[in-house]
């Protein structure tokens, strides 16, 4: 099975700072990535599919990037409501689908 | 409105079986895959397994084969996950959610509410 990393595992910042996460695959999935991101007691929520494409509805300061095997979430300017935690998902692999271990963003 | 519901919380004695189930509304249920994931307590998300509706065409994780059934009834819009002896360790909130294949990327669009099933004696 395809692996996925994230890195931090998690991370402090304050509303208004600049925050990125990384996810980092055991071997090239093109741009089958997505990222999700979940609150505590909910389930998940997409965000970004095909690794920089914004799922509709999710606001802007919310991007994608990369492809391989490195990919990126941004967060251009954290708001109070984005502290949660957020997985990426590769879906190369169509029925072998796999999560990175997540990234828990919260207050500083 | 797409949505998907699931049964409530279960709490269950080693051994015993159960099925969980999610229900779809809004949309075609028989042409979109719906996959169940598993979060343990304080832990990450794990795919399962996911299912066709409209032929019930089925795969699994290797890490779940053997462990659960996938199915659905696509007469009431619902798959279903089961399990024939829970163990302490399939103590989880299960997800259900719905792969978006008009997109062709694989991601998941929609998601079910949870149902947190309890194991324990």
């Known amino acids: 099975d395809i692996q996925m990393t994230q890195s931090p595992s998690s991370l402090s910042a304050s509303v208004g700072d600049r925050v990125t996460i990384t996810c980092r695959a055991s071997q090239s999935i093109s741009s089958y990535l997505n990222w999700y991101q979940q609150k505590p007691g909910k389930a998940p929520k997409l965000l970004i599919y095909a690794a920089s494409s914004l799922q509709s509805g999710v606001p802007s300061r919310f991007s994608g990037s990369g492809s391989g095997t490195d990919f990126t979430l941004t967060i251009s300017s954290l708001q109070p409501e984005d502290f949660a935690t957020y997985y990426c998902?590769?879906?190369?692999?169509?029925?072998?689908?796999?999560f990175g271990p997540g990234t828990k963003v919260d207050i500083k | 409105e797409v949505q998907l519901v699931q049964s409530g919380a279960e709490v269950k004695k080693p051994g015993e079986s159960l099925k969980i189930s999610c229900k779809g509304s809004?949309?075609?249920?028989?042409?979109?895959?719906i996959g169940w994931v598993r979060q343990m307590p304080g832990k990450g998300l794990e795919w399962m397994g996911i299912i066709y509706p409209g032929d019930s065409d089925t795969r699994y994780s290797p890490s779940f084969q053997g462990q659960v059934t996938i199915s659905a009834d696509k007469s009431i819009s619902t798959a279903y996950l089961q399990w024939s002896s829970l163990k302490a360790s399939d103590t989880a909130m299960y997800y259900c959610?719905?792969?978006?294949?008009?997109?062709?990327?694989?991601?998941?669009?929609?998601w079910g509410q949870g149902t947190l099933v309890t194991v324990s004696s």
């Open positions: 998902q590769q879906s190369y692999s169509t029925f072998r689908t796999t």
């Open positions: 809004g949309y075609s249920f028989t042409s979109y895959w």
């Open positions: 959610a719905r792969r978006d294949d008009s997109s062709g990327w694989g991601n998941f669009d929609y």
